[in-house]
Every structure is written in structure tokens, then in C-alpha cells.
């Protein structure tokens, strides 16, 4: 997965100013399998629109950003713009949100 900016792709370095790759989605299931892995990266967040250009603020996209030594992985939590809007407006009860 990539993530851009203003459509422009975003570019990871490490702390020696090195360009390091976005691994892939498999890559990040095969160490999340090592126990104690998570716990021996650098982990960060951002926080984006879910559409390049949506300025609603119910469209936004959470991205976990793993460093390691050879690369970063990327988990992004994405919701449906219905159900944001459904849970902002109040209008759910318990038994539909679980």
C-alpha cells in the first residue's frame, strides 16, 4: 500500500536519510507471527481523508505505520462513510453497533 499527499506518493527514510520501501501486506502477517516483533519497531500514525480530495470529516483513514530495518508496513483502518455518519448522527442503538 502507498499513501499519498496532494496525489503525490510519500517517500519513507530512515534515520541515516536512506529511502527505505513499503513492504507488502504478507510481509507485515509473517512478523506480526514472531512474538514480541511489534514491540521492536518504530510505530506511528497518520491520519488521512479516505479519497484523495474529500474534505469530509467523516471519510478519514487511520494508517499504522511499522518501521523496521528494511522497510515500512503499513495497516490502514478505513470506515464506510454510512456508518460514520450513522454513528455521528446518533442514530444506532447497541445492537447495531458491535
Same mark, same amino acid.
Given at each position: 500500500?502507498?499513501?499519498?499527499?496532494?496525489?503525490?506518493? !510519500?517517500?519513507?527514510?530512515?534515520?541515516?536519510?536512506?529511502?527505505?520501501?513499503?513492504?507488502?501486506?504478507?510481509?507485515?502477517?509473517?512478523? @506480526? @507471527?514472531?512474538?514480541?516483533? !511489534?514491540?521492536?519497531?518504530?510505530?506511528?500514525? !497518520? &491520519?488521512?481523508?479516505?479519497?484523495?480530495?474529500?474534505?469530509?470529516?467523516?471519510?478519514?483513514?487511520?494508517?499504522? &505505520? @511499522?518501521?523496521?530495518?528494511?522497510? &515500512?508496513? !503499513?495497516?490502514? @483502518?478505513?470506515?464506510?462513510?454510512?456508518?460514520?455518519?450513522?454513528?455521528?448522527?446518533?442514530?444506532?442503538?447497541?445492537?447495531? &453497533?458491535?
Amino acid at each position: 500500500m502507498n499513501l499519498t499527499v496532494n496525489g503525490k506518493p !510519500i517517500t519513507f527514510t530512515n534515520s541515516k536519510g536512506e529511502v527505505i520501501p513499503v513492504l507488502p501486506g504478507k510481509e507485515l502477517s509473517k512478523r @506480526l @507471527l514472531k512474538n514480541g516483533w !511489534i514491540n521492536s519497531v518504530n510505530a506511528y500514525y !497518520i &491520519v488521512t481523508n479516505h479519497r484523495y480530495g474529500d474534505t469530509s470529516p467523516y471519510m478519514q483513514a487511520i494508517h499504522l &505505520v @511499522l518501521e523496521d530495518t528494511d522497510g &515500512v508496513m !503499513i495497516a490502514s @483502518l478505513r470506515t464506510p462513510d454510512y456508518v460514520d455518519k450513522e454513528i455521528a448522527s446518533g442514530n444506532y442503538n447497541s445492537e447495531q &453497533v458491535q
